[in-house]
């Protein structure tokens, strides 16, 4: 139900606001049941639990990304038309980075031509996750939705510039209390926010079995947290699969990682896609990967055919960390 509320991709804005940490073990996060334990804000609001990565393209920067946004869509030989059609774009999701332009024809792979009348240009998210410095004091995570605060726990939102709050704004969870059905998050002076509008970072029990470097992917929050042993060191949104294509619960060991290259599936469906230089994928459950992702700006939200969709940025950062570590995926509650 919580997800179904949060489905949808919504405007970046990029505006990282901290409301602060202190220093503690994570298994000390706390999480207040109620507002009153929190008369005065300060205590919640001090220090922070890390740094912002900051934006790397990584092995895909300087590419430009094209979506084909008309089907049918041939595929030439040759710039203006050349001698024979190679292949056609049905419908479906489909992406390129093309390698050079010729007039109105683009080079999308070498030797196959299209027409720029059925391409158009998207930017990459310039989200990014968090490198821990300490131990976060309080629960915290990401706002999903451009909307209006509300003052009280299950209130009308108060549509004053002061109660504006902004997707991809990083925030403190200073107190809890349910109204509605939902928990709503204190996080700031009377500003609260619902649930459903939040991706939490929520520490990951350990499964067994796991050491060293490993990830959590918490299907519930669309959160990815990484450890070194039992110490959080990054957490960020990610995107998991669609209801048909849910990802799989479980505890799996990365064991095949690609820098850079194409994927495709569903051919002959509507749902079909071909996604080329798809960056740091790192496969762990057969052909599902955590990879980055140039093609929405949905993070926080389910988007994928099964595999965890993290920014560019962010999928740089886990590649060169991670390694072959392991990959523990789980619900941290039920939709």
């Known amino acids: ?29 706390i999480h207040p049941p109620t507002a009153e334990l929190y008369t005065d804000m300060q205590d919640c609001q001090l220090g922070g639990p890390g740094e912002n990565i900051g934006v790397n393209m990584g092995i895909v920067g300087g590419y430009e990304f094209f979506r084909v946004k008309t089907a049918p869509a041939n595929v030439y030989d040759g710039a203006y038309g050349g001698n024979d059609i190679l292949y056609t ?9 093309p390698r050079q332009k010729i007039g109105d024809w683009y080079e999308i792979n070498v030797g196959e031509w299209m027409h ?31 909307h209006y605060a509300s003052a009280s726990p299950g209130g009308e939102p108060v549509q004053t510039p002061e109660y504006r709050i902004y997707r991809y704004t990083r925030i403190t969870v200073c107190a809890t209390q349910a109204a509605g059905g939902w928990n709503w998050y204190l996080v700031g002076p009377n500003i609260w926010v619902v649930q459903t509008r939040v991706g939490l970072v929520k520490p990951a029990p350990n499964p067994g079995g796991v050491g060293g470097r490993w990830v959590a992917v918490d299907l519930y929050e669309q959160v990815l947290t990484a450890y070194e042993g039992g110490n959080m060191v990054f957490a960020t949104l990610v995107s998991s699969g669609l209801p048909g294509w849910d990802t799989n619960p479980g505890v799996f060991q990365v064991w095949g990682r690609n820098i850079n290259a194409p994927m495709s599936g569903a051919e002959g469906r509507e749902d079909a896609y071909r996604l080329e230089n798809v960056p740091y994928a790192m496969y762990f459950d057969g052909e599902i990967s955590l990879h ?19 920014s560019i940025s962010d999928a740089a950062w886990v590649w060169s960390w991670l390694g072959s570590g392991s990959v523990y995926v789980y619900y941290s509650a039920s939709y």
Not at 89 to 97: D, K, L, N, P, V
Not at 292 to 307: A, D, I, M, V
Request: hydrophobic share 40%; aromatic share 18%.
């Open 292 to 310: 980055g992702t140039y093609w929405h700006n949905g993070f926080g939200y389910r988007q994928s055919h099964g595999c965890v969709n993290l």
């Open 89 to 97: 774009f049905q419908e479906g999701y489909h992406f390129i980075t």
């Open 116 to 146: 720029g009348s059925h391409l158009e240009q998207v930017d990459p998210s310039y989200f990014s996750g968090v490198a821990m410095t300490g131990y976060p004091g309080y629960a915290f995570g990401w706002i999903l939705q451009n």
């Open 1 to 29: 139900m919580k997800n179904l509320l949060r489905m949808g991709v919504f405007l970046m804005v990029l505006l990282i606001t901290v409301f602060g940490y202190v220093e503690r073990p994570v298994e000390a996060i």
